[in-house]
């Protein structure tokens, strides 16, 4: 059972640096911005598959503070896009 959390966790790894590759080299902001979204949300998934594999519930914690965290920065960030400014 652990080699498959350890293989979605190697296949997880390696679908960030594509994700990565999109953020660096995109066609424009948003596209930029949706693939640092994505790499936020994979990140979460790899977090709560680590804490799994360890038997560390915290890790679970943590997962939820940075998807609150991965949330509020994306929609400020897109909001700053459209208008230019945050508040």
Request: charged share 15%; glycine share 6%; net charge positive.
């Amino acid at each position: 059972m652990i080699d498959i959390f350890l293989a979605s966790g190697v296949i997880l790894i390696l679908t960030i640096f594509l994700c990565l590759y999109r953020v660096v080299c995109g066609p424009g902001v948003e596209n930029r911005l949706i693939a640092v979204n994505t790499v936020g949300t994979k990140t979460i998934i790899l977090l709560v598959i680590i804490g799994f594999i360890y038997e560390r519930p915290l890790f679970l914690d943590i997962s939820i503070v940075y998807a609150m965290i991965n949330f509020i920065a994306t929609l400020a960030i897109a909001k700053y896009l459209r208008r230019g400014t945050i508040c």
